[in-house]
């Protein structure tokens, strides 16, 4: 049996009808927390909101795009006042957004988009988020950086290296700020997690690109998507009152960080 480790408390998890977003607001509901769900593809969002409900589990869909600061803190307020509380918040909105990797193909458009979606993204959900998790006296909040923001990998561009080490700034200089509020913020770094975005683009790489990732995973093998959720949900629960400001590794050893 599952235990219930998040009863009563409410996440909000961004990006959660996609890939890695919807896998972990799927075990934060089978775990017990009410989930409220903001993505930006309305299609995506209804079907993971109807698939929730059918669990029993108390969810919300909300259309956001967490580049607009307006829009998120009203999202974030209504689900404060539907759950009566906000407890966690999984950050998971990003990516490369289908810009181009190779360096004179990014254009302008395509510098802002990663940026806006990845940083600015998450700087405004988090701090629409923290003034809820103070009402109820702490919170957990991690956030989504990268191997990718860790190391130069093959797999993406210079604007996701750069949103997502921009990321584990905003996630230091986050935990110190609220810590005294007891709100923790950690990040997760995961390596390649082959969600239906990422199987295309790693299909798409060159042979010798594919084997520079796959032979340098220690555990030689591609990771299942619960090996992702797993260290968030630790992150998100109690399990974990005493780590702020870090970041997870979570790539099988391909990038070990000193
Ligand atoms: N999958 C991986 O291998 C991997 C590796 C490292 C980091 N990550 C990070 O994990 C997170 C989730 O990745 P994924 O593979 O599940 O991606 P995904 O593309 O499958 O899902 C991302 C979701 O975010 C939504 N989204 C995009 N722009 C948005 C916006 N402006 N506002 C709100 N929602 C928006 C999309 O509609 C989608 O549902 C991302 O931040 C990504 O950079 C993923």
Redesign the pocket.
């Known amino acids: 049996m599952v235990s219930a480790r998040f009863n009563g408390k409410a996440a909000i998890v961004?990006?959660?009808?996609?890939?890695?977003?919807?896998?972990i607001a799927e075990a934060l509901a089978s775990e017990g927390a009410m989930v409220a769900i903001?993505?930006?593809?309305a299609e995506?969002?209804q079907k993971s909101v109807i698939a929730l409900e059918t669990t029993g589990a108390k969810v919300i869909g909300e259309v956001?795009?967490?580049?607009?600061d307006e829009e998120v803190k009203s999202a974030v307020e209504r689900v404060a006042k539907s759950f009566g509380r906000v407890d966690i918040l999984v950050?998971?909105?990003?990516?490369?957004?289908g810009t181009p990797r190779d360096l004179n193909d990014i254009s302008e458009a395509d510098i802002d988009l990663v940026m806006?979606?990845?940083v600015k993204?998450t700087f405004n959900c988090a701090r629409a988020a923290i003034e809820q998790m103070k009402k109820v006296g702490g919170g957990s909040i991690i956030t989504?950086?990268?191997?990718?923001?860790r190391g130069a990998s093959p797999?993406?561009g210079v604007p996701?290296a750069a949103?997502?080490s921009g990321i584990l700034g905003l996630t230091r200089r986050l935990a110190k700020e609220v810590g005294p509020d007891n709100i923790r913020v950690n990040a997760?770094?995961?390596?390649?997690?082959?969600?239906?975005?990422?199987q295309g683009m790693f299909d798409a790489l060159a042979e010798s690109e594919r084997n520079e990732v796959l032979n340098a995973i220690p555990l030689k093998r591609m990771p299942e998507i619960n090996e992702?959720v797993q260290p968030v949900l630790f992150l998100a629960s109690d399990a974990a009152s005493y780590m702020t400001g870090t970041v997870l590794d979570v790539n099988g050893g391909r990038l070990m960080p000193s």
């Open positions: 961004t990006g959660g009808s996609g890939g890695l977003g919807s896998a903001f993505d930006t593809n995506t969002l956001v795009d967490v580049r607009n950050a998971a909105a990003g990516g490369s957004l806006d979606v990845n993204g989504f950086s990268s191997i990718g923001g797999v993406t996701y949103a997502k997760v770094a995961p390596g390649l997690f082959l969600t239906g975005r990422l992702c």
